[in-house]
């Protein structure tokens, strides 16, 4: 395993090579004494996995292959992170979240407990790229949320609680909770009483 800056794992971690830990950020190149990755008990890194310095990640976490986490998040407890997926710095990620393979998380973007978002959906945090108007905000997706596979989620949009995205939507605005947003541009429904339930029961169990 390679290391940079001062490293803290928790017991029971299973590495499978190559992994990094505590990248440096611009601010730490060239520096030794830097606060590196925090991750908790029982963690599993897959190879591919790096982790910037900064990172502070809970215990049960584990990674596919080829895994990017940028410096200053924050990751609960019971996270799983599919391969190929690239979580960009200052990202706040509750407990019980999973993201499936190839999924795009930008900086500032907040995910609460019990979300799930399906493979290659993309979340993204600038307007009117590459100008940089309005600064860099990425989405809100709250607690028991679920993205659908291929989605794009554009910035600061809110995702209710509960509230679902079908797969292949593009959500320019927000989702009230326990809501349905489906098509491109997607259209806000009233979830299927069926799939409402569903969904919360996930949610709860997630």
């Not at 908790?40 to 982790?51: C, M, N, P």
Request: aromatic residues 6%.
């Amino acid at each position: 395993m390679i290391e940079y800056g001062i490293n803290t794992k928790g017991a029971g971690l299973h590495v499978f090579e190559p992994v990094t830990l505590g990248f440096p950020s611009r601010d730490y190149m060239g520096k030794t004494e830097f606060t590196g990755t925090t991750i908790g008990k029982d963690a599993v890194l897959r190879s591919g996995t790096l982790i910037y310095c900064d990172v502070t990640i809970g215990d049960w976490f584990q990674t596919g292959h080829n895994v990017i986490i940028r410096e200053k998040t924050r990751i609960g407890n019971h996270v799983s992170v599919g391969t190929g997926v690239i979580i960009e710095g200052n990202t706040r990620i509750g407990d019980n979240v999973n993201l499936q393979s190839m999924v795009y998380i930008p900086t500032n973007t907040s995910l609460g407990d019990r979300v799930f978002i399906g493979p290659n959906a993309v979340l993204t945090n600038d307007r009117y790229p590459p100008s940089g108007i309005g600064g860099l905000v990425g989405p809100v997706i709250e607690r028991g949320a679920a993205i659908g596979a291929n989605a794009t989620i554009l910035p600061g949009i809110h995702i209710g609680e509960g509230a679902l995205v079908a797969a292949a939507a593009v959500v320019t605005r927000d989702v009230p909770a326990h809501m349905l947003a489906v098509g491109a541009p997607a259209k806000i429904q009233d979830l299927p009483s069926a799939l409402g339930r569903k969904n919360q029961k996930n949610a709860d169990h997630r």
